[in-house]
């Protein structure tokens, strides 16, 4: 009994937020542009400070590194075959994007911070980091086929000047630089990672309760949308399987960086990917297979809240 109730405390929140969320666009309780607010929060405000305090705590070394190289395959392998699958059979602009990038941003790192704490989000970090050299290629080629044309050159100066980035790269510059033990000898880290562990609180909470609030499914698109969702499903379930193997071969691995892989591989695809399409098609199927594919995350999530618990 007492476990259940542990288990309780972490997937009844989230069960909560999600239903909550469904429930404020059924009501019309509050507007897109409502949810598009609470996003840009925490995308520009929130996450980076959940990113930096990790960043800044992180070590990472050689098993970072080989994290990184496990995922790296499989987010290849999937954007290679989207775009032939996108001639040969699923003619939606921005199938790629749902095969190319795990949604870690506003899903991924918010669960592995509510299971382990947010000194261990950067094992989660890295695998986001890992698959950016496949999604951002793949945003500026999408982007590009689009009415505002952007080049390579725009969306790279985007991405890197994103608050995401410039705070990971904040944090990990005063972590190898040995500047973070100067700044906690002198009393000043201590306000800097309250300060911004302040801000970071509410990401987990807003960040799902959007995903309940944005689940849709269009009636026409059903079929398509379930066929992609098992295809993705089952393909990042083999990796996961794969990569787990592998792990079981490496003497020393972390039980964290297991349970990171395993929650990476159950992610939804990017939710970036209904916004790259150029048509009302496009985003209809992108959403839906997003929305669908964050019921088995959560599940997924439930099950190793339940052994770590």
Not at 85 to 99: E, T, V, W
Not at 200 to 225: C, H, K, T, W
């Amino acid at each position: 009994m007492e476990q259940i109730l542990r288990i309780a405390q972490i997937v009844v929140p989230i069960l909560t937020a999600v239903v909550l969320g469904m429930l404020a666009r059924r009501k019309e309780l509050l507007s897109e542009q409502d949810v598009q607010g609470m996003q840009q929060f925490v995308m520009k405000f929130g996450l980076p400070c959940v990113i930096f305090n990790s960043c800044l705590t992180a070590d990472i070394g050689a098993e970072s590194l080989s994290s990184m190289a496990l995922i790296l395959p499989s987010v290849l392998l999937g954007t290679l075959w989207a775009f032939r699958a996108r001639k040969a059979k699923y003619p939606y602009h921005n199938l790629p994007q749902l095969f190319c990038a795990q949604e870690t941003g506003m899903l991924g790192i918010p669960l592995f911070l509510i299971l382990f704490g947010a000194d261990q989000a950067y094992r989660m970090g890295v695998l986001d980091i890992a698959q950016a050299l496949t999604a951002h290629p793949t945003i500026a080629i999408l982007a590009a086929a689009t009415e505002e044309n952007p080049s390579a050159r725009s969306v790279v100066k985007k991405v890197l000047t994103s608050p995401l980035v410039i705070m990971a790269l904040l944090g990990l510059t005063l972590n190898f630089t040995g500047a973070a033990e100067l700044l906690d000898e002198a009393g000043i880290l201590k306000v800097l990672t309250e300060s911004t562990g302040f801000l970071g609180q509410p990401v987990s909470a807003l960040m799902i309760f959007a995903v309940g609030y944005n689940f849709s499914m269009d009636r026409e698109s059903r079929g398509v949308i379930f066929r992609l969702s098992v295809g993705h499903f089952l393909y990042f379930a083999l990796w996961g399987a794969v990569i787990q193997g592998i792990l079981f071969l490496i003497p020393g691995v972390d039980a964290m960086t297991r349970w990171a892989m395993l929650l990476y591989t159950a992610l939804p695809a990017s939710y970036l990917a209904p916004t790259l399409g150029r048509s009302r098609e496009d985003y209809t199927v992108a959403s839906g297979v997003c929305s669908v594919l964050t019921i088995p995350a959560l599940l997924v999530f439930c099950i190793i809240a339940a052994f770590v618990s």
